[in-house]
Structure formats: structure tokens, C-alpha cells
């Protein structure tokens, strides 16, 4: 079963705008990361945040975690057409020496000129 | 700098054929490897991981199988591919720490 589930499936933005995309888990993590993907492509780790920590930025990205509500969010400011693609997070709840990821099932952004 | 191989880019196979897709890291050594599926429109489906060579952990019984034969080769096989096989087949690479992973650019494997 997913993991993590983001939330819209869809986003169709202008450019300029911010694009806010949340993602929701159901156990405990070690850590959540944000991946995106170019249609076709393979994914690119953009940010990690762990458990213990709130808040995370990344030049115009900028990543929440909530462990109580066990939800995140990646904010996408001032937004690029350059940033169309699907953005998928993904959590590490695995015991130590294993390192696996569960991804959800993305987010695809479109941003328009 | 770390870069990470995958090969072919797409693949159209017939129904009943083998299969062997192959990875391959350089600029670095001992990682962790691994092999996903996303079919169309969904997330990343964890197939196999390696930590070591010869070390395979299956994460979903399938009609797939993968080796590493060297530290930093990863292989993707089948003896007989069915309809379902059919997907975008990345395989990624990550430190003994074990985040981010780093992934390759996929093999878009079509069966026919």
C-alpha cells in the first residue's frame, strides 16, 4: 500500500504564481524527501526533512513536516514553466540497514507561461 | 561526481522473451542499489534492493529477478516476460547512510 499520498493529483498554475502540493503518511518516518520527475525521465531528489525537524528550504522550495498530523508540504515559490513535471515525495519508515523508500503517487504541475 | 547508468532507453519485447536490463554506478563504491517499476501515472513500485554484491532483497514476487554480479553493476532480468511486465523501470543508487537515492534516467520496456 502507499505510503504517501500527495495531494492535489493535478496542478495547472501560471507562471509566477506559488504551487503548494501536501502529501499525507500513515506510519512513523525516519525521514520524508521530495522528488521530481521530467516526463520520461528519471526522478531527482529535490529536499530531505527529518522527523525531528519542521521546516526545510531549498532556493525556492520550501518543505513542512507536521509528525503529528503525519502530513508535509513542498512549496514551490515564484514559479517557472521550467517547473512542470511530477513531484512525488516519499517516506523512509524502514528499521535501520534497509533504507527503502515509499513513494506515493505524485502530484503532476503544470505551469503556464 | 557520482553518475549512474541504465541501458536501453526503451526496449519492445515479444510476449514469452527474456529480458536483461543493466545499471551501472560510477564515482562511488559499495552502494546501495535498486530497482523500481512506475507504471503509468502511479509512484515508484520497489522491486529489488542490493547492499552488497550477491545480495538480493525481493520486495514483490514477480516474474523478475535481479543479480549484481559486481559492486557497482545491478542487473534486471527475466526468463519469460508476460503482458503485465510491460513499465518504466528505473534503477537508483544511494550511500550506505542510505538518503536521497539518485536515480537513472529508466528503460520504457513495451511488451508486445
Known amino acids: 500500500s502507499q505510503q504517501g499520498e500527495e495531494d492535489p493529483q493535478a496542478l495547472s498554475i501560471q507562471e509566477g504564481e506559488n504551487a503548494t502540493m501536501n502529501c499525507s503518511y500513515k506510519?512513523?518516518?525516519?525521514?520524508l524527501q521530495w522528488y521530481r520527475q521530467n516526463s520520461g525521465r528519471g526522478l531527482v531528489h529535490l529536499i530531505l526533512?527529518?522527523?525531528?525537524?519542521r521546516e526545510k528550504h531549498s532556493g525556492r522550495l520550501r518543505v513542512t513536516l507536521d509528525t503529528s498530523k503525519k502530513s508535509s508540504s513542498l512549496l514551490i515559490t515564484a514559479s517557472r514553466a521550467a517547473d512542470t513535471a511530477s513531484y512525488f515525495c516519499?517516506?523512509?519508515?524502514?528499521?535501520?540497514?534497509?533504507?527503502?523508500?515509499?513513494f506515493g503517487k505524485g502530484t503532476k504541475l503544470s505551469v503556464i507561461p | 561526481s557520482q553518475t549512474i547508468h541504465q541501458w536501453p532507453a526503451t526496449l519492445v519485447q515479444p510476449v514469452g522473451s527474456p529480458l536483461s536490463l543493466e545499471c551501472t554506478v560510477e564515482?562511488?563504491?559499495?552502494?546501495?542499489l535498486y530497482w523500481y517499476r512506475q507504471a503509468a501515472g502511479r509512484g515508484l513500485q520497489l522491486l529489488f534492493y542490493?547492499?552488497?554484491?550477491?545480495?538480493i532483497s525481493s520486495e514483490v514476487p514477480q516474474n523478475l529477478s535481479a543479480s549484481r554480479p559486481q559492486d557497482r553493476q545491478f542487473i534486471l532480468s527475466s526468463k519469460k516476460l508476460l503482458l503485465s511486465d510491460s513499465g518504466f523501470y528505473l534503477c537508483?543508487?544511494?550511500?550506505?547512510?542510505?538518503?536521497?537515492?539518485?536515480f537513472g534516467d529508466g528503460t520504457r520496456l513495451s511488451i508486445l
Open positions: 564515482g562511488t563504491s559499495n552502494p546501495n
Open positions: 516519499a517516506t523512509d519508515n524502514s528499521g535501520a540497514g534497509s533504507y527503502q523508500l515509499t
Open positions: 537508483a543508487w544511494s550511500h550506505k547512510g542510505g538518503q536521497p537515492q539518485h
Open positions: 542490493s547492499v552488497g554484491i550477491g545480495q
Open positions: 506510519t512513523s518516518i525516519n525521514n
Open positions: 526533512i527529518r522527523s525531528n525537524e
